[in-house]
């Protein structure tokens, strides 16, 4: 029987070995270097590119538009997995993108502001107090592809609303990196008894949770959710289904992934060849045009697809848990998505 692995149900298993300690500062400098500063300035970019759109592109089904959107919609998910830092910092990451969403608040809030004519999406200020379910990337796919939105309130305002979401997230994302300019770069690259990482091996189990925190929530969220169960699939609770790019962002996710894997087996060869072939496997079954929002999950051949995707994506997991995790002298202990 295969081992499957659940979360949360391994300790921590003490500091570094001593011959992995000599490289850990180059791991944790080029994991910092050319990654995660890199994939915040590309989020804030984005940030500015789709403002920039906005203010000359403001129907739903404008291409140009909607590629802004898409292209800050990708640089969000690189950075994703990085649940540590600015973008946890009240609440940041929720108001770039508010998913999963069961309980359908966007779709609450957006309607509620539609129909009111809410006058706070004309000053920066008040609109940030609006629930971060109606300010963030998912927002605006509701806004851009469901025909549900393309007739509420007048064109003129759906057009404020689009601007004032797309301003909001220059304003966040120029925040977040600002933080990661400004400090927390060099406390993970100097870490010191008073910071947020008291030594490098903190930063490094830092990264390494980050990593298994991706691998899950690409397994479990992104693919688990339209999978459901086998009696009740879900196929539209699938990320981003409207605009057809579910399958879209578990390739984006796991090409962001294999980046970072990379980066902290990069003492390991034999563990970064078994992380390189795996996830050319888990990036193969992804690869699927046909069936771009896991709608396949109705019928038993489909779903074994994506039920073979998924375990690929677990397989990866465990590499990182099994293999990189004892070789390092760490383990995943409680991540970002645990909860209390």
Known sequence: MRRILKPAVFALMGLLPAGAQADMKTIIENTVQDQILPGYQALHNHAQSLSLATASHCAASDPDLRDAWGGMMDAWTRVSHLR????????????????????????????????????SVGTPEEFAEVSVAARGLYALEFLLYDPAYAEQATPEYRCALIRAIANGLVETSAVILGDWESEYADQMLNPVEESAWRNEEEVFRELFKALSTGLQFTAETRIGRPLGSFDRPRPRRAELHRSDRSRHQVIVALEELSELAALLSADHPAIAALFAAEFEVALGHAANPDDPVFASVDEISGRLKVEILQ??????????VMELGPAMGVGIGFNALDGD
């Open 84 to 119: 540590f830092g600015p973008s946890e910092v009240d609440g940041r990451a929720f108001a770039i993108a508010f998913w999963p969403d069961p309980r359908g608040k966007t779709a609450k809030a957006l309607n509620q502001i539609l129909t009111d004519l809410d006058p």
């Open 311 to 320: 375990q690929s994506v677990e397989r990866l997991r465990e590499i990182l």
